[in-house]
């Protein structure tokens, strides 16, 4: 009897010991973020303080203060949320920031996208690098390139191109195929360039 309780403790003590070396292991890894080829969830409070590597795409949800992560297909809900490759779903966050390609809703204090996008934008700064083919709602929204659909800005909206329609005080568009309403309209190369309240464009 006592040859087996000794088989036991034995048996105790190394799965003790088993147990204590994965906990530190996964505690490690934790800290610096453990390699996948993608995962379904990633959560973390920093760049350097996540679940999995950033050139993991998380093909899920992702839950973070300050995340950065090369690709997110889902619902991304932090403080500050960067991607840096592409980006498809919404995105909930203080601040939002994409620097490949974009589709989806973006909902935030400022949504920055050094490339194109391709949904809704609502924030109080919208800003757009390349084309966007959607609708942004804002204090201010801002295209470098093309627009398709609509800015609705309380202050101000600015399109390269603009194919659709403009509602703020002040709407600038280097071309105009559509429709601006506001209190000041800058249509620059159509045939009224500056207008008040309404100007239309083709």
Not at 176 to 202: E, T, Y
Request: proline letters at 2%.
């Amino acid at each position: 009897m006592s040859g087996s309780f000794r088989s036991r403790a034995s048996r105790l003590r190394a799965s003790v010991i088993v147990s204590a070396i994965g906990l530190a292991t996964l505690a490690a890894s934790g800290c610096t973020g453990m390699a996948a080829d993608r995962t379904p969830i990633q959560a973390g409070i920093a760049p350097g303080a996540r679940l999995f590597v950033g050139d993991a795409p998380v093909n899920g949800l992702r839950l973070s203060l300050y995340g950065v992560q090369d690709v997110v297909n889902g619902v991304d809900v932090g403080l500050v949320n960067d991607v840096q490759k592409s980006f498809k779903g919404l995105q909930v966050g203080l601040g939002n920031v994409t620097h490949g390609s974009t589709h989806g809703v973006q909902i935030g204090g400022a949504n920055t996208s050094e490339t194109s996008v391709t949904g809704v934008q609502a924030a109080l700064s919208n800003q757009v690098g390349e084309d966007f083919e959607g609708v942004q709602f804002g204090l201010v929204n801002y295209v470098e390139k093309k627009t398709r659909a609509g800015q609705l800005g309380f202050f101000f909206n600015r399109a390269g191109e603009m194919k659709g329609a403009q509602f703020g005080i002040l709407n600038v568009a280097e071309s105009l195929d559509g429709v601006q309403f506001g209190l000041i309209n800058v249509n620059s190369k159509g045939w009224l360039p500056i207008c008040p309240l309404i100007n239309v464009g083709w």
